[in-house]
C-alpha cells in the first residue's frame, strides 16, 4: 500500500526566508505527486503537480517542488517565503492503473510566516 | 463554474445518531471522492464513486457508506455516532476519467459528535 510522510509538521519562518518541505512516499513503481494547500478558512486547492517528464515542477505563487525517484521524495520549495504563504501544505501520492485510482495524502505540514 | 458544494456546512451530532452529508461536483465530473480530515490523521481516504459505482474504498468500517445519483450528487452516510468521527469531512470531485486526474475539493462539512 502506498502510503505518504510528511517529516515537518509545523515550520515557523520569518517573511524572506527560504521554504522546503519534505515528502516521502513509499511506492515501488509509477507514481503521480501532488502538493495541496489550505490557507486559513478556505478549500483545499492544488500547488503542483508531478505527473512525468521534467522533474522538477513549478506551481502557482512561486512554489516548485523536485522528483527525485532515487530517494522516493517530493520536497516542496520556495525561494522567499510570505505573510500570505501562512497555510498547511498536504503531500499527497498516487498510483496509476486499475481503471481507478486512489490518492494518500500526508498528514500535513501547517506553515506559520511571522511578518 | 461553480465549484464543489457541500451541505451542511456544520453539524453537532450525538453519539449513538447518524449522520447523512451531501455533496455537489463541479459540473461535468463524474467522480466523487470522500475524506475524513483529523489534526493527527491528516486526510484520509474514504471511498470514491464514478457514475454512480463505488470504484475505490479506504480502510473504514461499515458504519460509513455512500451513494452517488445519476447527477453525480453523493451522499455520505455515517451510522451510530461515535466521538471519534468528530473531523472535517471533504469531498473532491474530478472528471474521472483521465489518467492521472485533478481533484477539485469542497469546503467541507464539520462534523462534531457529543
Known amino acids: 500500500a502506498q502510503s505518504v510522510s510528511q517529516h515537518n509538521h509545523h515550520v515557523i519562518l520569518s517573511e524572506a526566508a527560504s521554504l522546503e518541505l519534505g515528502c516521502n512516499y513509499s511506492?515501488?513503481?509509477?507514481?503521480?505527486l501532488f502538493w495541496y494547500v489550505q490557507y486559513p478558512g478556505q478549500h483545499l486547492q492544488l500547488l503542483l503537480k508531478?505527473?512525468?517528464?521534467?522533474?522538477l515542477v513549478k506551481g502557482i505563487k512561486g512554489f516548485e517542488a523536485e522528483f527525485i525517484k532515487s530517494k522516493f521524495s517530493f520536497n516542496l520549495r520556495k525561494p522567499s517565503v510570505q505573510w500570505s504563504d501562512t497555510a498547511e501544505y498536504f503531500c499527497a501520492v498516487n498510483a496509476p492503473g486499475g481503471g481507478y485510482q486512489k490518492v494518500t495524502f500526508g498528514i500535513g505540514t501547517k506553515l506559520q510566516v511571522i511578518p | 463554474k461553480a465549484g464543489v458544494t457541500q451541505t451542511p456546512r456544520y453539524l453537532i451530532k450525538t453519539r449513538g445518531q447518524q449522520v447523512t452529508l451531501s455533496c455537489s461536483p463541479i459540473?461535468?465530473?463524474?467522480?466523487v471522492s470522500w475524506y475524513q480530515q483529523t489534526p493527527g490523521q491528516g486526510l484520509q481516504f474514504l471511498f470514491e464513486y464514478f457514475s454512480e459505482t463505488q470504484r475505490n474504498k479506504g480502510n473504514f468500517p461499515g458504519r460509513f457508506s455512500g451513494r452517488q445519483f445519476s447527477n453525480s450528487r453523493s451522499e455520505m452516510n455515517v451510522s451510530t455516532l461515535e466521538l471519534g468521527d468528530s473531523a472535517l469531512y471533504l469531498c473532491?470531485?474530478?472528471?474521472?476519467?483521465?489518467?492521472?486526474?485533478?481533484?477539485?475539493f469542497g469546503p467541507g462539512t464539520r462534523l462534531t459528535v457529543t
Open positions: 459540473s461535468g465530473h463524474r467522480s
Open positions: 473532491a470531485s474530478s472528471t474521472g476519467q483521465a489518467t492521472p486526474y485533478e481533484q477539485y
Open positions: 511506492y515501488g513503481g509509477t507514481v503521480n
Open positions: 508531478y505527473f512525468s517528464g521534467d522533474p
